[in-house]
């Protein structure tokens, strides 16, 4: 089950995305970054996919600020108070280059029920 405590949200469209979104994927779009959250109910004849996916040019919402959940992924060791930055695969990282600002870590896996694999970024936390 996803985790986050309550935050602002924003809507936008997967207008510039060449693919489809994951539910509950960090993403970036419109100069903001956050969590993507699926809105439009799918239909009875589409497979179970769609219940997870956004497909391109489909409205949904963004959780821009507050806390959420994520994979570790491929953030590399991470640790509390780092920042994490989001490419623009909508992939993150602890390297700034070109990326933008996602977060800053504020539990790890084992910390207040953060699952294994997991981490907790504070989306309002960004210097």
Do not use: C
Not at 18 to 41: E, F
Not at 43 to 65: D, S
Not at 90 to 103: H, I, P, R
């Amino acid at each position: 089950m996803a985790y986050w405590a309550k935050g602002r949200m924003h809507y936008v469209l997967n207008g510039i995305s060449s693919s489809t979104l994951k539910h509950l994927q960090p993403v970036k779009v419109d100069n903001k970054v956050g969590i993507a959250i699926k809105q439009k109910a799918p239909n009875v004849t589409e497979g179970i996919t769609a219940l997870t996916t956004i497909a391109k040019n489909e409205g949904f919402v963004m959780l821009v600020k507050g806390v959420t959940q994520v994979p570790v992924g491929e953030i590399a060791t991470p640790a509390k108070g780092d920042l994490v930055y989001i490419t623009s695969e909508n992939k993150l990282t602890k390297t700034k280059g070109e990326n933008s600002v996602f977060g800053e870590v504020v539990e790890l896996a084992g910390e207040r029920g953060t699952p294994t694999g997991y981490l907790r970024i504070d989306l309002d936390q960004k210097a």
